[in-house]
């Protein structure tokens, strides 16, 4: 039971991942990472995004299995769908399996702001709303962001490390390096220098490493 918490506190940091951070043009990706818990590989989370960084629809699906003795220990699904207007989100829908454990979250931007509803409880959010959606660098400027697992809207502090090398699919690649921190949760991302989102880290509970890699 102690091992399933851990390793659900631990997922519940990447449900916000989507996708890729292109300066400038119009983003019509599939991108694939490779998901790693302590260099062992357990899944992967896959994301297309369609349209310019401001207007994009992202599409986003994880899949995660954790074994321990050829059995499945802990299972993970989460699948997502937001799309922005004008750099805000405009609307998400995400469904999460965090081992058995169902979560919903529905969010649309009104006249009232932008209504975010995780069937338990609904809350209104300023209007202009963003997720951590590493595919667009400004939301490394929000004091706030919008976790679509959970539904919570929380404070987050930003902190550049610099410039960095970081190994994608066996080769060095030099990248800008970034610290996120929010409550619980401690994550590290590798930019290249096009501002392509390369890799991301964090120590979970119980100091688990989990990894993506662009493949």
Known sequence: MHLMNRLRAAFLVFAFAPA???ANGALNET???DVFLDGKKIGYHRFEIDGPRRNAAVRSEASFDVKFLFVTAFSY??????NWAGGCLNDIEARTDSNGKQLNVVGTRTDRGFV???GDQEA???ECVMTFAYWNPGFLEQPRLL???TG???EVDVEELGNDRVKIDGREIPARSVRLTARKMDITLWYSENSEWLALESVAKGGRIIRYELT
């Open 124 to 126: 209104e959010l300023p």
């Open 20 to 22: 890729i951070a292109f």
């Open 31 to 33: 991108l694939t990472f």
């Open 147 to 149: 976790n679509p697992q």
């Open 116 to 118: 975010i509803d995780t």
């Open 152 to 154: 919570e809207y929380l």
């Open 77 to 82: 699904r989460h699948s997502a769908e937001e």
